[in-house]
């Protein structure tokens, strides 16, 4: 049987076309139940994908050029779960999802509901999960292999918390300044406007509208945002980012993200960076400031991690020590805790 959006529940940024829809970020998901002995994903980019059933790897798919992905199923005749993740990031583009199928004999259930918990990731590269199933020197061509954002901390705070969620994540990218100064006109707050922002600038040169490329802002309405960014700014070759420049914009994207989502609450993580570890007591003169203004809604903290994946970030053991650390955070922010 044959289904494209009828019986899917999708997570994270997509744009729902006639024929397709397509995403670039990380931890994009698609989840239906199905009594199936197999599945079966017509999908087209270059990308990476797990496939669950009930919360259990079943398979990894690569795709590139548009395919069909057949996966077997434990095929005992129940309904289960499935869940298609994409585990690479933004880099290299956008991919399209045209069909999920299962086999003739197969059908699809009714579809999963929409969780009442909700969260939002803002970060870089330590969001991503970038090469945490690497290890540091390691050739960077793995890059591409050795991502999976479902084993990273953001990932895994959501699943933990069973909450829909989006995980709007760009590595290298900074808040005012991106690493080594690389693509200057695409920081994070830029990127995060549009809904497909691996694509975004290919399709703005190519001549598309930019109003039809915008995020719809309404479409999702998180409970609590993570915020994790910075790292690029303060890293690399110098010169760093202005710290005026960066509390006034990172001020501004608050205010931006309070306007969008009356109610929500924040986050705001760091992490010690290198050469002069000026991320941490930036990002907490900025806490402190919101604080002083009379702001309730947001909670400061400072991560340990330990970067010895690849290129230096977080690997898997990591980003499960991140998940632990910040959850109860979480939880009290999204008042998720059980009492």
Do not use: C
């Not at 002995?37 to 059933?53: I, T």
């Not at 290919?202 to 719809?216: F, I, K, S, V």
């Not at 941490?280 to 002083?292: F, G, L, N, Q, R």
């Amino acid at each position: 049987m044959d289904k494209f959006s009828e019986n899917l529940l999708f997570s994270g940024r997509w744009e729902h076309g006639k024929d397709f829809s397509r995403t670039s970020v990380p931890a994009a998901m698609v989840q239906f139940n199905a009594q199936a002995n197999s599945l079966e994903f017509e999908l087209e980019g270059e990308a990476r994908f797990r496939v669950d059933e009930d919360g259990r790897q079943i398979a990894v798919l690569t795709t590139n050029s548009r395919s069909v992905n057949k996966v077997k199923t434990s095929g005992d005749g129940s309904v289960h779960r499935y869940r298609l993740i994409k585990i690479s990031e933004s880099n290299p583009g956008g991919v399209r999802l045209y069909k999920v199928s299962t086999d003739k004999a197969g059908r699809f259930a009714a579809p999963p509901k929409q969780s009442n918990r909700r969260i939002e990731f803002i970060g870089d590269s330590f969001t991503v999960g970038f090469g945490n199933e690497g290890q540091n020197g390691e050739d960077e061509s793995l890059v591409f292999e050795k991502t999976n954002a479902s084993r990273s901390y953001a990932f895994l705070i959501a699943d933990g918390f069973k909450a829909d969620f989006q995980v709007n994540a760009f590595s290298g990218r900074g808040l005012v300044r991106n690493y080594d100064n690389i693509e200057p006109e695409w920081p994070v707050p830029r990127l995060y406007e549009y809904t497909v922002p691996g694509e975004a600038p290919g399709d703005l040169a190519n001549g598309l509208a930019d109003a039809l490329l915008r995020y719809d802002f309404d479409s999702f309405h998180p409970q609590v945002i993570v915020i994790f960014i910075g790292i690029n700014d303060f890293q690399g070759n110098p010169p760093y980012a202005d710290k005026g420049a960066f509390k006034k914009a990172y001020a501004g994207l608050l205010e931006k993200l309070r306007k969008a989502h009356p109610g929500v609450k924040f986050l705001l993580l760091s992490t010690k960076v290198w050469p002069n570890d000026d991320l941490t007591p930036t990002v907490k003169s900025i806490y402190d400031a919101e604080v002083a203004a009379g702001k309730r809604d947001l909670e400061f903290m400072t991560l340990q991690t330990a970067n010895v994946a690849l290129l230096g970030h977080p690997d898997i053991h990591s980003h499960e020590d991140m998940a632990k650390a910040i959850r109860s955070l979480v939880g009290r922010l999204g008042r998720w805790l059980s009492r």
